[in-house]
């Protein structure tokens, strides 16, 4: 593995964990007030929020395997719909939190629009550029 992929595979590994710690920090705690201020707001943060991990993950693919990165979206799909489906079942055990099927929802949703964005965008393409 050339040293400048494995410093990317490295750096986008550590994105990817400190972005899932980030997640479950978050819902360790009540909702910010201004989240449940605003009708809507809660699922498109889960909606953003899932859908950068779905990113992080696909660069991951990408980088583990750019010839078949494409095909591989399925994967980080996977992968972020169980952390959905955890961070959810997650927030049952913490005080003023619930889990919501809404909230789920939202997660694979954004999961899904971004990986379709990569799919269609020729992100792939553009990144072999620089491998």
């Avoid at 490295?10 to 899932?20: E, I, Q, R």
């Avoid at 009708?39 to 583990?64: N, Y």
């Avoid at 971004?114 to 620089?130: C, D, E, Q, T, Y």
Wanted: charged share 10%.
């Amino acid at each position: 593995m050339p040293k400048f992929k494995a410093l990317g595979l490295a750096v986008s590994l550590l994105l990817v964990g400190l972005w899932v710690a980030l997640l479950f920090a978050e819902s360790s705690r009540p909702p910010a007030q201004f989240i449940t201020a605003l009708p809507g707001l809660d699922k498109l943060a889960h909606f953003c929020a899932f859908g950068l991990l779905a990113l992080l993950l696909s660069l991951v693919c990408f980088l583990l395997n750019a010839n078949s990165a494409g095909r591989l979206l399925y994967l980080p799909f996977a992968i972020t719909v169980m952390l959905g489906g955890i961070e959810e079942l997650y927030q049952t055990s913490v005080p003023d939190r619930q889990a919501s099927v809404y909230d789920l929802a939202a997660d694979i949703a954004g999961a899904g629009v971004a990986l379709i964005l990569v799919s269609a965008g020729g992100s792939f393409n553009f990144l072999k550029r620089w491998r």
